[in-house]
């Protein structure tokens, strides 16, 4: 059972953008939080960003002022706006979500972001 969905990924030039979507459950997108994660090659999982229910968002410091995290509660859907790509933020990005907890534990399968130079 697949619980989040995401699309939207591709190949994109450095200064390029992309905008990822997130299909939820409905008991997930009405959780506690959901998110992004990406993994690059070689490299550990990194939270990208984060959004409450109330709209509330948080982002790590590498991409604040260039991305934009967004929900639409009619379609239980999240977005993750990506402008000013660098080379740096190609990556495969995931969907996160904590349901009804505090810590993400359910990830979608990925979509795959690249940025050529």
């Known amino acids: 059972q697949v619980q989040l969905v995401e699309s939207g990924g591709g190949l994109v030039q450095a200064g390029g953008s992309l905008r990822l979507s997130c299909a939820a459950s409905?008991?997930?997108?009405?959780?506690?939080?959901m998110g992004w994660y990406r993994r690059a090659p070689g490299k550990q999982r990194e939270m990208v960003g984060s959004i409450r229910k109330s709209g509330t968002t948080a982002y790590v410091d590498s991409v604040k002022g260039r991305f934009t995290i967004s929900r639409d509660n009619a379609k239980n859907m999240i977005y993750l706006q990506m402008n000013s790509l660098k080379p740096e933020d190609a990556a495969v990005y995931y969907c996160a979500a904590t349901g009804s907890s505090w810590s993400f534990n359910t990830w979608g399968q990925g979509t795959q972001v690249t940025v050529s130079s």
């Open positions: 409905e008991s997930l997108f009405n959780g506690n939080v």
